[in-house]
């Protein structure tokens, strides 16, 4: 960064942080901050920084100096003064995001909070090829496009039937030892997709960050593992006419042995979840400890950046190895460029392998009369669109996200949720009307809730942190998004006004939980009206706002290459097959024909179990 964008950073950390020069540790966010912002795509860290370069200016204008050369009590002015403009609430919210994620790590890691230190057991053994290291010229019996929770499943089944199967990911290889070495923040921009910036640009937008590496989005998702609910599959098959519904329990059977799922055990489930269960048990609603991947949990509350202690049953500790066991291979830094396809075949077109593209700009071809497409939701209907397989008009269209917000409560003794299971109870009183609330927490500033105000009055809120609970709710979803683009992602996502109404009555729920458990206040998210203390204000407050005002974000994109009956409508058939060519199998979250309204690893999965295994 060039010595005047360093100022520019320099002054807008020193003026949101209210850095009065008594903390050491917040000389070190700014250069904590470069490195958020280097992990960034291009088109966020520019929006960022612009941003940045606006407020800077506002302070030249204001006061003929930039922020960097302000004494504490001038930026405070400056921040007052900015703070009391509505219409730029947007901005500094924007600007708070990756600043309170740098802040929080330099915070955690000066007061000593990294975490226990954990002797990890050793990872299961995987056959993993730099992509730098393959043969520009190969063959296999079957690849399989993504290690995630639906490559890893399509992977271990075809190896285990004998097919000499390769596997290629984008991302790299993370042990669990190197999670442990490293700071949270240090590990997300190397396992999300553009540093966890993806967004879906609509109305409103939503941050909707996904895994890169092996193991794909289980890497770093929270460990919940719900079965896709009977009405979901009900209609699933009825309704779509998604024959794969038809053997799913006895699937998801498979997937739950797999991944060692059982109830999250109380003595490691941190205040966090506690507090939910008490507020949900005075209120007399539905409420347990999450199932879960994560047998031996010590409660590190870092399953978003990699699990430390090795207990979290990502796919490339449960599913993989026993793919490579069985002769399957991975390789790594390897982007897909296409699907390469044998058009003059008798009997019609027919996958004849891919073709990738290393790190270096080089490529390599695997050929092979299978492949299997799934690299998720969001990357699948692009390269179906490289590859001449993305002409049907359902590809890219029905996504679902889980639309999600986030709340806090204020209580008068500690609660430090960032100890515990991150993702640790969920609450089903609102399910049936499209709402699921889970209790989840996340290392200081790596949560979707971002909190209020800035200069002294951000401050005084990290100070406090640790008296906030936290809880998160995502809404079923009508599928309002599409997934654009052939060699960059472009996403789009209008929030359906039935689920704006649900976010709504999402937001009033956790309240009222909160409240029951003995909050004293609540933080709302929502920039007008950042704090009440009772319901009957929330309320007065909701009935002047809408969803469009809350901070959201979004975390299981499905839908995107659908299955169906209908050849019109979808552009997988009911098995997974992709339409208008033999050999390419869709196997991840974008075949799942309408919104799971659980956390999807388990459905997912499952699905690509029947894909592959018939």
Not at 175 to 186: E, K, V
Request: hydrophobic share 40%; glycine share 14%.
């Amino acid at each position: 960064m060039s010595n005047d964008g360093t100022r520019t950073v320099s002054g807008l950390v020193a003026a949101l942080l209210a850095d009065d020069g008594t903390r050491p540790w917040t000389a070190k966010v700014p250069l904590r901050l470069d490195g958020v912002l280097a992990s960034m795509p291009a088109p966020a860290r520019a929006g960022l920084r612009g941003a940045a370069a606006a407020v800077d200016a506002y302070a030249v204008a204001r006061t003929g100096r930039r922020l960097a050369a302000l004494g504490s009590e001038e930026r405070e002015q400056v921040m007052a003064a900015l703070g009391a403009r509505p219409a730029l609430a947007p901005v500094l919210d924007l600007l708070k995001v990756p600043v309170l994620l740098a802040a929080g790590t330099e915070r955690l890691l000066h007061e000593g909070g990294r975490g226990p230190v954990l002797a990890p057991p050793d990872d299961p053994p995987l056959d993993c090829v730099p992509a730098e290291e393959w043969p520009a010229r190969t063959t296999a019996d079957a690849v399989v496009i993504g290690s995630g929770a639906g490559g890893a499943m399509a992977a271990r089944t075809l190896a285990r039937a004998g097919l000499r199967t390769v596997v290629l990911e984008e991302g790299h290889h993370h042990t669990t030892a190197s999670f442990g070495r490293r700071a949270p923040l240090d590990r997300f921009a190397e396992l999300y997709r553009d540093g966890g910036a993806t967004v879906a640009a609509g109305r409103p937008p939503l941050l909707l960050p996904t895994g890169r590496a092996v193991g794909g989005t289980t890497l770093v998702n929270s460990g919940t593992c719900y079965r896709t609910p009977d009405h979901v599959l009900d209609r699933w098959r009825t309704s779509f006419g998604f024959s794969l519904a038809e053997g799913m329990p006895d699937r998801l059977d498979e997937v739950e042995r797999t991944l060692r799922v059982a109830p999250q055990p109380l003595d490691v489930l941190g205040n966090n979840g506690l507090l939910a269960l008490t507020g949900a048990e005075r209120l007399g609603w539905r409420a347990a400890p999450l199932r879960r991947n994560a047998p031996g949990c010590k409660g590190s509350c870092q399953c978003v950046v990699g699990c430390p202690a090795g207990a979290k049953q990502s796919v490339q500790l449960s599913v993989l190895p026993d793919a490579c066991a069985a002769g399957a291979r991975i390789v790594t830094g390897a982007r897909v460029r296409r699907v390469l396809v044998d058009a003059d075949r008798p009997g019609g077109p027919r996958a004849a392998g891919v073709r990738v593209r290393r790190a270096d700009g080089t490529e390599l071809e695997i050929l092979s009369p299978l492949v299997v497409v799934a690299a998720g939701a969001l990357q699948s209907p692009p390269l179906l669109r490289r590859s001449g397989l993305g002409s049907h008009p359902g590809v890219g269209r029905n996504l679902s996200v889980h639309p999600a917000t986030s709340v806090a409560g204020r209580f008068p003794e500690p609660v430090t949720a960032w100890e515990g299971v991150l993702q640790s109870v969920g609450v089903e009183e609102l399910h049936g009307q499209g709402v699921l609330i889970e209790a989840t927490a996340t290392p200081p500033g790596m949560g979707s809730f971002v909190l209020p105000g800035v200069g002294r009055e951000l401050r005084r809120e990290l100070d406090g942190a640790g008296h906030l609970a936290t809880l998160g709710a995502m809404i079923a979803d009508r599928p309002s998004g599409s997934v654009h683009g052939r060699d960059r992602t472009l996403i789009r996502y209008d929030l359906d006004p039935r689920d704006a109404a649900r976010l709504m009555t999402a937001v009033r729920a956790m309240a009222q939980l909160l409240f029951a458990a003995g909050a004293e206040e609540v933080l709302t998210g929502i920039p007008k009206a950042p704090r009440v203390r009772g319901l009957r204000e929330l309320d007065g407050v909701l009935a002047g706002v809408t969803a469009g005002q809350l901070h959201l974000s979004a975390f299981h994109p499905t839908g995107t290459v659908a299955g169906g009956a209908d050849p019109a409508r979808f552009p997988a058939d009911g098995e997974g097959r992709l339409r208008g060519v033999e050999g390419v199998l869709i196997a991840d979250g974008s075949l799942l024909p309408g919104c799971p309204e659980v956390n999807p690893q388990v459905s997912v999965m499952a699905g690509a179990l029947g894909v592959v295994g018939g």
